[in-house]
């Protein structure tokens, strides 16, 4: 066993150690044993539960039964009060939700095709706040970036929803000044 497996309580098969009291698996855990598990196979995602599991680990379990990707059930332990939480994998395909991704509001989402553009824009809005540079606009940004003009507006939407940037009105031509939350910088205004 790691040392991540002994605080967690994760074996290394991903399951988890029948001993762990009110263990929930982290998103990743989830995501990770969701999209190689073959139909039918199970993972408990929370442990030995007096009360309803919260937190993270099981927005991410609805989020999976929401996308018809795993099917959730509670069953008791026996001669206790206590419940395990268990997902079971469908037959429905991996959709690719990589890398997990947590909306503003909590919810978990899946960038799906957008993860290249959105790896290749937030560099460059990342070097322009960095240096104080105005933001570039949508057809510099599609220019910078590879990508079709039409795509920069839901790219900047999926990066506002993972809460990796953050925009404000400013005056024309960017229209916008766009805080990187990781590190605070700022876009400037155009002059």
Same mark, same amino acid.
């Given at each position: 066993?790691?040392?991540?497996?002994?605080?967690?309580? !994760?074996?290394?098969?991903?399951?988890?150690? /029948?001993?762990?009291?009110?263990? *929930?698996?982290?998103?990743?855990? %989830?995501?990770?044993?969701?999209?190689?598990?073959?139909? /039918?196979?199970?993972?408990?995602?929370?442990?030995?539960?007096?009360?309803?599991?919260?937190?993270?680990? !099981? @927005?991410?379990?609805?989020?999976?039964?929401?996308?018809?990707? !795993?099917?959730?059930?509670?069953?008791?332990?026996? /001669?206790?009060?206590? @419940?395990?939480?268990?997902?079971?994998?469908?037959?429905? @395909?991996?959709?690719?939700?990589?890398?997990?991704?947590?909306? +503003?509001?909590?919810?978990? *989402?899946? %960038? /799906?095709?957008? +993860?290249?553009?959105?790896?290749?824009?937030?560099?460059?809005?990342?070097?322009?706040?960095?240096?104080?540079?105005?933001?570039?606009?949508? +057809?510099?940004?599609?220019?910078?970036?590879?990508?079709?003009?039409?795509?920069?507006?839901?790219?900047?939407?999926?990066?506002?929803?993972?809460?990796?940037?953050?925009?404000?009105?400013?005056?024309?031509?960017?229209?916008?000044?766009? +805080?990187?939350?990781?590190?605070?910088?700022?876009?400037?205004?155009?002059?």
């Amino acid at each position: 066993m790691t040392a991540l497996t002994k605080i967690t309580g !994760v074996l290394p098969d991903g399951h988890f150690d /029948g001993e762990a009291v009110h263990v *929930i698996a982290s998103p990743e855990q %989830l995501f990770a044993w969701a999209e190689h598990a073959k139909s /039918g196979e199970r993972f408990l995602y929370g442990t030995r539960c007096v009360f309803s599991p919260k937190g993270e680990g !099981v @927005r991410a379990a609805m989020n999976l039964a929401e996308r018809g990707l !795993v099917n959730l059930c509670q069953r008791p332990v026996a /001669g206790r009060r206590e @419940r395990n939480y268990e997902a079971q994998r469908t037959s429905r @395909r991996w959709p690719g939700i990589d890398p997990v991704a947590q909306a +503003t509001d909590g919810d978990l *989402i899946g %960038l /799906g095709d957008e +993860t290249a553009a959105v790896n290749k824009v937030l560099p460059i809005l990342k070097r322009a706040a960095q240096f104080g540079r105005p933001c570039p606009t949508d +057809t510099q940004l599609a220019s910078q970036a590879n990508i079709r003009a039409d795509d920069v507006q839901a790219v900047l939407g999926v990066l506002r929803a993972i809460n990796a940037i953050r925009i404000t009105s400013a005056p024309a031509p960017t229209c916008r000044i766009v +805080t990187i939350v990781e590190t605070g910088h700022c876009t400037g205004a155009a002059r």
